[in-house]
């Protein structure tokens, strides 16, 4: 195994997109950011050097960071921010994790453009458990605001608001030709007649689910959140923020271009969305020569589902099985319910009217088990928990949620208002875990990414309407789950996870969707030490930023 070193400078850039420059938020100029690739096994040393003018952190998102929580990166939870001109070094090592990851900014909105793929090959000597691909390509598919994000989110933060929506989808970073001014920067990716090639799909987009296709060809998946699975093949990927899914394309098909195509799933009810495509072309090499006027070719369409086609949804999340041997917990310790969703806040007495454009006068908010998440801002919690800092979060977040209701509809008014705090849950190092994620439908249904950090977990069983322990138990696959940290939960429906806690440390579980962490919708876990050396976190870097 090698010990790979990088230096990550986060400084404004200009970056000319759909028309307009923008001074954007880049790591060392690139957008997207630099990609990563090392093999199982390796050490990865980032030095971040902050020369933006906004407090940043890095998170690599999926890494299971064994005792090493002080390099995960979300601010304020494992490390107070790195301030403009100060740099931090984030050390850890990768353990048993092969496929496509990803590293992002984790603060406020800064990683609409402070993103990249974090690519796991496996050992080396070891192979995967496919035919090796002749070429490999990362896709990340992203959202581009003609605006800086970070004023996006202030603005509708001051206003009590949902922000606005973004101006195109992006595949690196590119729009696509299907967008103005944007046909020079599209994304060409190559192929040859009778090659395979491992398509690494990220979805890094900030608020959005999205659908990914390329015209005539099929897409056989492989592997997801740096997990194998057994192949299947598909049409399309749905992939909610922070998800990742690995595919293999054939080379099968008449040599022209063909459009890689990225669109929306609406995953809220009424919720605006933008109905573009972003796209990227398939290029056979072979003929016709690009050089002799074959770029002039149009690309053959692709077809996509319809932005509200849940059926495909469902589908394609129910083909997901583990390819290795699972050691999901059948016997569980800490049976969790966790109620995910939206609610909307009076608005204070002071405020003035237009500081509370939410519907009715109100502020939009979320929770989960009707507790409003807040950030602290003196301390983060893993430096609280080890120094025994009193006072930063409290130990009392609900197992349960307040009062069981229909999660598919008619909700009391009395139950939209969340209370706000810093609440962690407790677990034993260890400890078998299960936790059901029900969406509750305040405001709207919606399907909410759910990642949680320092581990993987298990998908035992998902479905629609409210959660019955009894029926639904029945259901759950204890055989061959898909490992993942990421789950999409259906909207108007719930997800089930099981994790043995065995990863000492503070580990945020939030809501992908950028809008919603703001809004409250994240929980932590403390998962307190072991009893030996290798059960317990390390002790912090000397450079670990300070509040
Ligand atoms: Cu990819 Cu806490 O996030």
New binding site residues.
Partial sequence: AKVQEHEFVVQATPVKRLCNTQMSITVNGQFPGPTLEVNNGDTLVVKVTNKARYNVTI?W?GIRQIRTGWADG?EFVTQCPIRPGESYTYRFTIQGQEGTLWW?A?SSWLRATVYGALIIHPKQGDSYPFTKPKRETPILLGEWWDANPIDVIRQATQTGAAPNISDAYTINGQPGDLYKCSSKGTTIVPIDSGETNLIRVINAALNQPLFFTIANHKLTVVGADASYVKPFTTNVLMLGP?QTTDVLINGDQPPSRYYIAGRAYQSAQNAPFDNTTTTAILEYKSSPCPAKGGANIKPIAPTLPNYNDTNTVTSFSKSFRSLREVEVPTEIDEDLFFTIGLGLNSCPSNFNANQCQGPNGTRFTSSMNNVSFVLPSNFSILQAHKLGVQGVFTTDFPAKPPVKFDYTGNVSRSLWQPIQGTKVTKLKFGSRVQIVLQDTSIVTPENHPI?L?GYDFYIVAEGFGNFNPKKDASKFNLVDPPMRNTVAVPANGWAVIRFVADNPGVW?M?C?LDVHIGWGLATVFLVEDGEGLLESIESPPEDLPLC
């Fill in positions: 998170h998102h979300p992002h984790h922070g990642h950090h945020i939030h992908h």
